[in-house]
């Protein structure tokens, strides 16, 4: 193989060179110099079929100078802008606001961003840089328990990582949009394991309802705490969703609550999940004790909310809810069960007293499944064991050995040998 430099053409414009191949072919080879570095391009053969004229060759010369400097160009535009996770994040972020995404939803996609994906990544990290080894080395990161002295990862749990994993798989998504990647990173890395809905959690007997219920004060918000108590254990409404609920949704005369909303993070938007969205049967004693509320509210238009603060109107703070629940426990004597860890009690734990309640009396899973709003019934099955009828059962192993004989053998089986 040989090379013939011909004709040397104005400085920069590179250079057409004949060249023959092993095969014995001749072609044009053109060869330019674009921001230091040597290109070179076969145009074409310089005789036999399809062959190109000089000039047609020196026109393919200028076509390739062009396409070369374009993409120098633009690779020198990419690399200026340098396109960050926190900038392409953001962006994401900003798109989110323009769309059907919930207000909560973008709110907790901020959370993440914020406490755990940038102070890993770090803020001024190129986002085509991240690798599958990277993600793979947060999801470690957020799992490796935390130490006494602060070393060591965060300690969540599989689920609560696997979510900040499908937030950023969701960034990187967008980049691909965007043409700011050429792969996503997170979907070759491996994922969390999440675990089943855990059994071991805790709930207060209707005993100990009563109990916290008389404990809170005679003082502005004492009212408005007992009936959200007694709402949130006889319902299994969720916190967010008792914040949310309006007179509208009190159906006096079929006696059921309608739960079609839901305040996250101080912003109300649709329940958790399409199955949230629900009617729950309201017993008698939560009738009354709303029809009560009403009659004492100064807010009792069908938009106003149930549970709002009785002076303002406004929505009930979540976290002052939950510190005069914890407050009301212990002054009913039952602080020792307060508490997040070890199963202990928290307000959430009133939505399984309905649910281990709703079991304890019979009622169907599928039934319960509604109810509550889950969205699978694996959750539900967690309330299974309170639903056992023992005393049935034993009947039925009774009523099965009871007549002394031996079984019959099954139709069709064949002799003993």
């Known amino acids: 193989m040989g090379t013939t430099a011909k004709n040397r053409r104005s ?4 250079s057409l060179m004949e060249e023959r191949q092993k095969t014995g072919r001749v072609v044009w080879l ?4 674009v921001d230091g570095k040597q ?45 960050t996770l926190a900038t392409i994040a953001h962006e994401h972020l900003d798109h989110l606001e323009t769309s059907d995404t919930k207000a909560s939803t973008i709110a907790d996609y901020r959370g993440y961003l914020r406490r755990h994906v940038l102070p890993f990544f770090g803020k ?14 947060f999801v470690a990161h957020q799992r490796k328990p935390k130490e006494k002295d602060g070393s060591g990862g965060k300690g969540l749990q599989g689920s609560t990582v696997l979510n900040q994993v499908n937030y950023l798989h969701a960034i990187f998504a967008f980049a691909q949009r965007r043409e700011e990647v050429e792969v996503n990173p997170v979907s070759a890395a491996s994922k969390p394991k999440t675990t089943k809905p855990s059994s071991d959690f805790s709930f207060l007997s209707p005993a ?18 007992r009936a959200i108590v007694l709402t949130a ?24 609550i309608r739960v079609q909303a839901s305040v996250s993070r101080g912003i109300e938007g649709t329940p958790k999940s399409h199955t949230s969205k629900r009617e729950v049967p309201m017993a008698d004693r939560v009738a009354r004790v709303l029809e009560e509320h009403f009659q004492r509210s100064h807010y009792k238009a069908d938009s106003d909310r149930v549970f709002c603060h009785p002076h303002t109107g406004n929505p009930y703070d979540p976290s ?21 860890k070890g199963g202990g009690i928290v307000f959430h734990s009133l939505r399984h007293t309905f649910g281990t309640q709703m079991a304890s009396a019979g009622v169907p899973l599928v039934a319960i ?4 709003g889950h969205a699978d019934i694996a959750t539900t099955m967690i309330y299974a064991k309170w639903g056992k009828d023992r005393a049935a059962d034993r009947a039925l192993v009774d009523a099965a050995f009871a007549s002394g004989d031996p079984p019959r053998e099954p139709i069709g089986s064949a002799p003993a040998s």
Request: charged share 35%.
């Open 233 to 256: 254990a006889m319902t299994g409404l969720r916190q967010g969703e008792l914040i949310a609920l309006r007179w509208s949704d009190i159906l006096w005369t079929e006696s059921s």
């Open 11 to 14: 400085w920069g414009s590179g």
């Open 320 to 340: 002052k809810m939950r510190d005069r629940f914890y407050d009301a426990m212990k002054t009913a004597k039952l602080g020792h069960m307060i508490g997040r």
């Open 369 to 372: 499944k509604q109810w509550l």
């Open 208 to 225: 100990q309802i009563d109990a916290v219920i008389a404990s809170y004060p005679d003082d502005t918000l004492g009212p408005t705490d």
């Open 39 to 83: 290109r070179q391009r076969t145009l074409g053969p310089k005789n036999g079929p399809g062959a190109l004229t000089k000039r047609q060759a020196e026109a393919a010369l200028r076509d390739f100078r062009r396409e070369a400097e374009h993409d120098a160009a633009r690779s020198a535009q990419s690399e200026a802008r340098r396109p």
């Open 124 to 137: 001024d990290t190129d986002i085509r840089k991240v690798r599958v080894r990277d993600v793979e080395a």
């Open 30 to 33: 053109a060869q330019i110099r």
